[in-house]
């Protein structure tokens, strides 16, 4: 069995004032091509297929358009989760049409998919909250999905039944996980888990959350998830949340992030983008294969001293959307930026270094490198006002309000 793992699409994010959606339109094109090219029998999509909880148009058009497409005619099931940025409501809304063309929703951890069959011979055979088991056209052997979108700790609690508990989410879930699979995922099948959150090895240092993702390791977010929670009969778990594709774990079967198909922050500068291809058979850990994606345009970061330079190399990277520092003895007049942006349509961010600042304005250096993460910003002000640096207290309540912004 081939199963195409992608996740983290974020249709309808842009970048500053730069618009995304034609890259997007393409790298969804690229998609769709890999899967009829390596004849893909199902596609997972990992969560945060939008950006935000109220998507433009034209990225809820991408999304229903290439999720039909991927069907294949409904002989290629597509089965997608909410993740953090998407709102559960709005994922699951279509599911009664989307079913009719292979396509299956699931916006909360305890979604009940009902069974149904296509004339394609797509079957959903079992379902329970948080599982599937799904008959495939064109393969007999059957593939069973254990689903746990995002949700916070509080609801994923609630949904476990489990409100009141002083149990650790990470052992609750391991709990629903082992109970769900000990009843359906024998050897006579393919057992996957696909899940949108913060997952690692225990004992490894936490990964580094994208640039402008809104966390959900901090309080107020899911705990961390261990690579040990996951039940033994899986044989691959398909990770969304990450951006930069990343194999967790390998020690009983892969554990991996397939990364978003472009890079969405200069933090992901020239990171490269891919699709992960898993074939599994029954009884047997599952084998990875990592497909390339080349559609999105390049982010590069870049320093450059004096306008000569930056025209030069400006010249060279017609093709990159650039964050571009530009350090100069001197404040940078209308003309040079007009001259900048004259040579390259890409400049998403200018930012003036002025070397000898105090001379100029006799004042001390004030640079803020508006690059920089929104803890580090947030941080950087609050010693400047107070004088001294935020507590962690502090820090954890700005990182709450982060994770919290798109569900007030």
Not at 82 to 97: K, T, Y
Not at 178 to 196: E, F, K, P, W
Not at 306 to 320: I, Y
Request: charge should be negative; charged fraction near 25%.
């Amino acid at each position: 069995m081939k199963i195409l793992h992608t996740s983290d699409w974020h249709l309808g994010k842009r970048l500053e004032n730069f618009s995304r959606l034609e890259e997007q339109q393409s790298v969804m094109q690229e998609i769709c091509e890999i899967a009829d090219r390596e004849k893909a029998d199902v596609v997972l999509v990992a969560g945060d297929l939008f950006d935000t909880f109220n998507p433009p148009t034209e990225a809820v058009d991408l999304l229903y358009k290439t999720l039909k497409r991927l069907t294949a005619n409904g002989r290629r099931p597509v089965i997608a989760i909410a993740g953090n940025h998407d709102s559960p409501d709005r994922i699951e809304a279509p599911d009664p049409l989307a079913r009719e063309c292979g396509i299956i929703f699931a916006g909360y951890p305890n979604a009940l998919v009902p069974p149904f069959t296509l004339e394609t011979g797509l079957k959903v055979l079992k379902t329970d909250e948080g599982f599937l088991e799904v008959s495939l056209p064109e393969n007999n052997i059957p593939l069973r999905i254990l689903l746990t979108p995002y949700a916070n700790e509080y609801r994923l609690k609630i949904f476990l039944g489990e409100e009141d508990s002083e149990e650790e989410l990470r052992s609750l879930l391991e709990k629903k996980w082992q109970s769900l699979a000990d009843r359906y995922c024998d050897n006579r099948g393919v057992n996957i888990l696909m899940t949108h959150l913060l997952m690692v090895r225990k004992g490894d240092p936490l990964p580094e959350e994208p640039e402008e993702e809104k966390p959900i390791l901090h309080v107020g977010g899911a705990q961390t998830i261990y690579t040990e929670n996951i039940p033994w009969q899986i044989q691959y778990t398909a990770l969304g949340h990450l951006h930069r594709m990343q194999q967790v774990d390998a020690s009983t079967s892969p554990v991996c992030y397939s990364g978003s198909p472009l890079s969405y922050s200069f933090a992901e500068a020239n990171q490269k983008k891919y699709i992960l291809l898993v074939e599994a058979e029954p009884g047997k850990s599952a084998s990875l294969r990592e497909i390339p994606l080349s559609r999105g345009k390049r982010l590069l970061r870049k320093k450059v001293t004096g306008m000569e330079e930056a025209l030069h190399w400006l010249t060279g990277n017609q093709t990159a959307l650039v964050e571009l520092t530009l350090v100069t003895d001197t404040f940078l007049t209308a003309i040079d930026r007009r001259r900048l942006n004259a040579v390259h349509e890409g400049i998403v961010s200018l930012i003036p270094e002025v070397v000898n600042r105090e001379e100029l304005d006799g004042h001390p250096s004030s640079h803020i490198d508006l690059s920089q993460s929104m803890e580090t910003l947030f941080r950087d002000y609050f010693t400047y006002e107070k004088g001294q640096a935020p507590n962690e207290e502090i820090m954890q309540l700005f990182r709450e309000m982060l994770a919290e912004e798109d569900e007030a």
